[in-house]
């Protein structure tokens, strides 16, 4: 009995592997599973490039970023978790950084201090060492603050420039609330400015995206110091290049370890892609 013959549909493998040739570790990501961390608790930028409050995980909260003055923004991430539940996160294809590429320019990157110089130098342990455990994270951790500068900002808006002689006297009084003690109550809480010093430039956050231990920081986004375990801030184009052009691969940010053995309940902040893709 003859049997028609069997026609394989390569279009679609064709299509998932075109890149391959570029990107030689890009083939792994079809064994992760995708999960996305969404913009929350902070303004967001949808891919058009307006502040979008219409979506319910953006909020229209102004938030001021303590050290640099300046306000603070956030954009997608992704979550890919691989078969021994390590995940890597970073930059999501709808970020603004990597979907307004004209808009924002990356000007540095600074890991937080805390975990920098908590992970281990990627060298040989000593045989006598005490071995650190990895720093904790939860959904909310700042892991890392992108400074960039927001070319749509217009510097002849009367709105913009209306609110910048309010920057000044806000920050000298939350460092003069910040400085004052009274001898019979506790020291005075730091005010938060509520207006940025420059509105010309932000701060983009990355966040741990679920609970769990940072295992590594992404070693080509990193410039070690020998001499100092400090955070240094980073404006190596290469670098900043690295992570833009190369999000899901060589330009992640962290790998994370779930703290617990239910994925579920560990990663019950993202969404998955399915879930994603309908937002």
Known sequence: MDHAPIVYDISSYKEETNHWGQDPSAYLLRYYTKYYFLAKGAKGIDPTGAVDSSKDHISEQTIIDQQTGLEILRGDQFVYQSPNKLC?????????????????????????????????????????????SPPSCHAETVILKIEARDRHWDKSSSDNIACLPQVASEL????????????????????????????????FVIRGALSG????????????????????????????????????????IAVIRPKI???????????SLEEYEHL
């Open 88 to 132: 890597i996160t970073g930059l999501a294809p709808t970020h603004p950084l990597i979907a307004q590429r004209d808009r924002f320019e990356v000007l540095s990157l600074h890991f937080d201090p805390k975990i920098y110089s908590t992970l281990p130098q990627p060298t040989a342990i000593p045989a006598n060492s005490k071995k650190q």
């Open 172 to 203: 000298a009084e939350s460092e003069q609330s910040q400085n004052t003690t009274h001898s019979t109550s506790k020291p005075a809480q730091k005010k938060s400015p509520r207006v940025s010093v420059d509105p010309s430039r932000v701060i």
């Open 213 to 252: 231990h940072v295992m590594e920081l992404n070693e080509r986004l990193l410039v070690r110091d020998p001499a100092s375990n400090t955070s240094p801030t980073i404006t190596d184009r290469t670098i900043i290049d690295t992570m833009l052009d190369k999000a899901l691969t060589h330009g992640f």
């Open 261 to 271: 053995d239910k994925t579920e309940i560990a990663l019950k902040d993202l969404y």
